[in-house]
């Protein structure tokens, strides 16, 4: 699985809009990106992933760059419980493919 | 999305003993996984259990000292035996569930004193 970067933290105001940057530059073809969080003392938890075109969900918006070497995870209206580890993954989508966590970002959001 | 259920959630355990982790997921799976978080540090994986078939184990992990057991599509089992300090972490179960998508449980915390 190809290598990802993160910013190790970053800072957020409540109800402002949490925009998390990963460089993936040697993804290659046939990979998707993963998000996961984990706040502190739970399991990761699944947010969002994406091939090429932009995702959203209830949790999040995925926009990646057109030539895929970057992504940036939106979280609209951060909250305090957002505050969590999150982790920027690149994994082959089909097969028995698994994930390698990397050092994440710890985004803390304040009041 | 796939529930899981990790048993104990928390334990308290004496150097050089075993204890033996238990992972029920609410559906069937092909692919489970084990992983390992130790204290400030990101996940590692410790091996692929897949049903019918011996478990994949990751470089620096060896099945005398992590047996898995996978009798069933929604069933599996990590022991971690002898335990010493360097053992105590988290560890997760997770399993590939709909659209390939990875799941993780809420996680074992162990402590060995």
């Known amino acids: 699985d190809a290598k990802t970067t993160q910013p190790p933290s970053m800072d957020c105001a409540e109800g402002r809009a949490a925009n998390l940057p990963c460089n993936h530059s040697t993804i290659s073809g046939n990979e998707y990106v993963y998000w996961y969080r984990q706040i502190h003392s739970q399991g990761p938890q699944y947010i969002i992933h994406g091939l090429k075109n932009n995702e959203t969900n209830e949790m999040a918006s995925l926009i990646i760059t057109e030539d895929r070497k970057s992504s940036t995870l939106i979280l609209p209206h951060a909250t305090l419980r957002d505050t969590a580890v999150y982790y920027c993954i690149v994994r082959v989508g089909t097969g028995y493919s698994t994930l390698t966590f990397g050092k994440g970002t710890m985004l803390l959001v304040s009041p | 999305s796939a529930v899981i259920s990790q048993k104990p959630s928390r334990d308290i355990c004496q150097r050089g003993t075993s204890l033996t982790i238990q992972c029920q997921v609410d559906s069937q799976v092909t692919m489970m996984f084990w992983y390992r978080q130790q204290p400030g540090q990101s996940l590692t994986l410790i091996a692929t259990?897949?049903?019918?078939?011996?478990?994949?184990?990751e470089s620096g992990f060896v099945i005398d000292k992590f047996p898995i057991s996978r009798p069933n599509l929604t069933f599996s089992t990590l022991t971690v035996s002898n335990m010493s300090p360097e053992d105590s972490s988290i560890y997760l179960c997770?399993?590939?569930?709909?659209?390939?998508?990875?799941?993780f449980g809420e996680g074992s915390w162990l402590t060995v004193v």
């Open positions: 997770s399993v590939a569930g709909t659209g390939n998508t990875i799941y």
């Open positions: 259990a897949n049903q019918g078939s011996e478990a994949t184990y």
